[in-house]
């Protein structure tokens, strides 16, 4: 009897630990199938900072796509950032080094911000994604063997039978496709063009062919009287200033006002006026020389805020020479 006793106690600890074993799975299987952990109410700051730059190209994805300044930001305001404009202009030089397919569409985010960089305005005119089609292998008939027939040595006066040479395939001309040519950006209007511009103010784009050079207007910025928008108070003039101021980009030429040389100062390297020329708001039509160009004109002391003529508004227009 004492031995069964033995025995029982002697097998408890085996039992215990077969029980824990069976509940330890049980529990397992309960909080990781059934019911599963969720993470809700997670801040973008809580993000590793890969995970946040992932979640701004998908945001400039989304620019691209609606065209929507105000929502963009809105998505934006999440990382907290009081230079959110900066990191995606850094984020757009890294990704157009990587040649990422949205780099072109993170460098354009960034001009809507309000980078003036002249090499975020580059990534956005030449990594434009376009599809060039591959034309298709060519196959190179073999030709078949000709036979020759050989006289038979037959009695005189008996007919000889020749045959006939067979025909050689004749090859066909392949018509292989013409690539496309590289689209060019749209131009980025600050704000959105004509809807919140000044009355008045034109724009032509230039009539090229393809594969021909000219100047495309590739941002054009309208800042009214002490406009916050588009990080306008940090930009040449001030948030009361006057001017018109055009850079260049890719190259350099002449400007013409209704088609004549402006003969203005070339200010490349004025670091106040981050700009290739400074001129006042007439309204003149601009345009760049030597090769074809936009034209953009009605560029006039006109205010959107205020309703009142002669006030002091700014205007900033960056040009490229692309390839049609």
Known sequence: MKSEVGLAWRGLPIVIGVCLLVGLGIGLFIGGV???????????????PSAQDELIVLIADAYAYEQDVASARKRLAEFKDKNIGARVARLAKELARQNHASAANVAALAIALGESDAQIALIVTTLTPTVTPTPAPTDTPTP????????LMIPTGTPTTTSTPTRTPTRRPTLSPTPKPAAIAPTVWLPAFPAEWPGGVRYEPANVAPGQKYWHLTRALYCDIRDTRFDCPNLPGGSDGIGIYVLLVNGKAPLLLDGTPANLEDKSNDPHCRCTYELFPDGRTIQVGNFPSDKIGGLALNSVKTKVPQTHVRYFLTFELVTR
Do not use: E, R
Not at 34 to 48: A, E, R
Not at 144 to 151: F, H, R, S, V
């Open 34 to 48: 059934l019911w599963p952990p969720q993470i809700v109410n997670v801040d973008v700051t809580d993000l590793k």
């Open 144 to 151: 078949l063997p000709t036979l020759t027939a050989t006289p």
